[in-house]
């Protein structure tokens, strides 16, 4: 019983392997130190960048994610933008389907552009003309404020160490002082 048990769970691997499911990848795009540019008239689906930037001048359908990197809308956005460690620059008369998400970095809209859900800015800023405009929330929380628990996690760190040193010393011992 065991034996026909692994029988037909090779038989399933190799048939998982000889008939894969059909997948985007055609227009996905994942880089690493190479900078990815979308030209105008062309589109990517998902754009995945380690290292370097996007810029896209034509259309993103999907989402772009960035990491330690740029992200340059010029063109059409259909979906998310995530960047870490990166800034966020969204040119003039450009929408922005659902979300803009940054990580460490700044977020510059551009005149008459649009974000068409939420707009999280976590330990940056974000800088918007007066012309454009977010549907969604805007979520922004400055660098500073995560100075604060880092400042008490090392106050911490440092009066433990400080007791253990303490109560570590050692003991030295008491001699009378002589009479005068």
């Known amino acids: 019983m065991i034996h026909k048990l692994g029988i037909a769970i090779a038989l399933f691997g190799a048939a998982i392997l ?3 499911a059909r997948a985007h990848a055609s227009r996905d795009v994942v880089q690493f130190g190479s900078d990815i540019v979308v030209p105008q008239g062309q589109s990517i689906h ?6 370097c930037s996007v810029k896209v001048e034509g259309i993103a359908e999907h989402d772009l994610v960035v990491f330690f990197g740029s992200t340059q809308i010029d063109g059409e956005a259909k979906h998310d933008i995530v960047t870490f460690f990166g800034d966020v620059h969204v040119g003039t008369n450009v929408h922005i389907g659902h979300d803009v998400v940054n990580f460490f970095g700044t977020t510059r809209l551009g005149d008459n552009s649009s974000i068409g859900n939420d707009a999280v800015i976590m330990f940056g800023d974000m800088r918007a003309a007066e012309t454009s405009s977010v549907a969604g929330n805007r979520v922004i929380q400055p660098f500073f404020l995560l100075l604060i628990p880092l400042g008490i996690l090392a106050a911490l760190i440092f009066g433990i160490i400080a007791l253990i040193r303490w109560i570590q010393r050692p003991a030295y011992p008491v001699y009378p002082l002589p009479p005068h």
Do not use: T, Y
């Open 18 to 20: 000889v008939f894969p």
């Open 46 to 51: 998902d754009a995945v960048c380690f290292f």
